[in-house]
Nanobody
Framework: QVQLVESGGGLVQAGGSLRLSCAAS????????MGWFRQAPGKEREFVAF????????YYADSVKGRFTISSDNAKNTAYLQMNSLKPGDTAVYYC?????????????????WGQGTQVTVSS
């Protein structure tokens, strides 16, 4: 069992930056692919980024590529999402997730564990 707790959300002006953290319990954090998703009001949950456990490869949604960076610190059992050049369209609840198996990591149903979410609001 893995528990995930996000933090770091808040209100920021357009063009600003935030860093989200996702603290994970469990001793095998390094064996999970970590993903970030977001859900805006009235919209479906959408993929943002993932970090593959084996080799650390990363993949981003086109909408955030070049602005967001996913990373992890295995010693701290924590994943991060650095968000730069934020836009009002980035406003959403951001969720981190952990996947223990294989699959399409851009799809939410391949993830086994989810955090409670953290609100990010970008004002214009």
């Amino acid at each position: 069992q893995v528990q995930l707790v996000e933090s770091g959300g808040g209100l920021v002006q357009a063009g600003g930056s935030l860093r989200l953290s996702c603290a994970a319990s469990g001793r095998t954090f390094s064996r999970y692919t970590m993903g970030w998703f977001r859900q805006a009001p009235g919209k479906e949950r959408e993929f943002v980024a993932f970090l593959h456990w084996n080799g650390g490869g990363t993949y981003y949604a086109d909408s955030v590529k070049g602005r967001f960076t996913i990373s992890s610190d295995n010693a701290k059992n924590t994943a991060y999402l650095q968000m730069n050049s934020l836009k009002p369209g980035d406003t959403a609840v951001y969720y981190c997730a952990a996947a223990s198996g294989g699959g399409d990591y851009t799809r939410a149903h391949f993830y086994d564990y989810w955090g409670q979410g953290t609100q990010v609001t970008v004002s214009s």
